[in-house]
């Protein structure tokens, strides 16, 4: 049993999944699901449509190299089986990736930190400008914070038992 | 990484419109019936056959079956003559096949290599891509023969 990677999207496909099309130059493309067939059959560049592995990696949106890559590269000779081996790859296995997955989480993060900083930076100044909109100039004169001031509501019907609206 | 190493030149890139790719996409694969132009695979001289019959199979022959077909477009000398009818194993076909593992395979175009009687097939050579269901089928011979094995 071997997990391959959809000729489209670039993810696995599992046993008893998709549609292997064999070409008669005898090129195999294996699909995923139906939609990689479909845009496929479209003849539709995976480079360029915009949910595929293949553009995110292309653009940057995604990790392209790591030393964690290396443990997936396929290998064509089957090994002898050993149990100790095998057992120890299983752990290794669920480490490497979540680290793989960690070290991809922040590549995201980094890569959209600059906006993020963009947008407070755009937050701030609005609030600076427009803060009289939401506080009265009075109250702006007492503290020069860009807080609004803290109201406090006295309560004067209690919740008893007779103020009850009747439940239907 | 199926996905980086992918050469998309070979497949040519076409400006043009989706509703002509809509049209072809919904093309909808069925078995190979009576009347059905099959691509002769082998070097015994046919060149297209045209399906008479479908041995197995009330609705049509698929992926690995044998047919009884007549040689509608054949080479100058060869062993098979236009007109003649023959037996033949299609090892490929546009339909696709369920596997034992749960996927599919689909081939690009429908295509058969001419047997005897006793299932030995008529040519020396066989070009393309065959699938290995005809292991199963035991069509062993075709298989040594094939330059590839999907």
């Known amino acids: 049993m071997r997990l391959e990677k959809c000729w489209f999207c670039s993810s696995t496909i599992y046993p008893g999944h998709g549609i292997q099309f064999v070409r008669n130059d005898a090129k195999i493309f294996r699909f995923c699901r139906s939609k990689c067939h479909k845009n496929f059959k479209m003849k539709r560049n995976p480079r360029k449509v915009k949910w595929t592995k293949a553009y995110r990696r292309l653009h940057g949106k995604d990790m392209t190299q790591d030393s964690t890559f290396e443990f997936e590269r396929k290998r064509n000779r089957p090994e002898r089986y050993d149990r100790n081996i095998a057992e120890n790859t299983l752990k290794a296995i669920k480490k490497i990736d979540k680290i793989r997955s960690d070290r991809a989480y922040d590549h995201i993060k980094n890569r959209l930190k600059t906006g993020k900083i963009q947008r407070q930076k755009q937050a701030r100044k609005q609030l600076e400008q427009d803060i009289h909109l939401v506080k009265a100039p009075l109250a702006l004169a007492q503290d020069s914070s860009l807080h609004l001031p803290k109201i406090t509501v006295n309560v004067s019907q209690t919740w008893t038992e007779e103020n009850q609206p009747m439940e239907e | ?150």
Do not use: W
Not at chain 2, 6 to 12: A, E
Not at chain 2, 52 to 61: C, D, E, S
Not at chain 2, 70 to 79: F, I, Q, R, W
Not at chain 2, 99 to 113: I, L, T
């Open chain 2, 1 to 150: 990484m199926g996905g980086l190493g992918n050469n998309f030149c070979n497949l040519p890139s076409t400006s043009s419109e989706m509703t002509c790719g809509s049209f072809l996409s919904q093309q909808q694969r069925t078995f190979i019936q009576m009347r059905t132009v099959l691509k002769v695979v082998d070097n015994s001289g046919a060149k297209k056959v045209m399906c008479i019959q479908a041995l197995k199979g009330k609705k049509g022959a698929r992926l690995g079956d044998t047919i009884i077909a007549s040689v509608k477009e054949a080479m100058p000398n060869g062993k098979v003559k236009k007109g003649k009818v023959v037996y033949g194993v299609v090892v490929r076909a546009a339909m696709q096949r369920g596997r034992c593992d749960g996927s599919e395979v689909k081939f690009d175009d429908n295509a058969v290599v001419l047997v005897d009687k006793q299932g030995q097939p008529i040519g020396t050579r066989v070009f393309g891509p065959v699938p290995h269901e005809l292991r199963q089928k035991k069509h062993v011979k075709i298989l040594t023969l094939a330059g590839h094995i999907a």
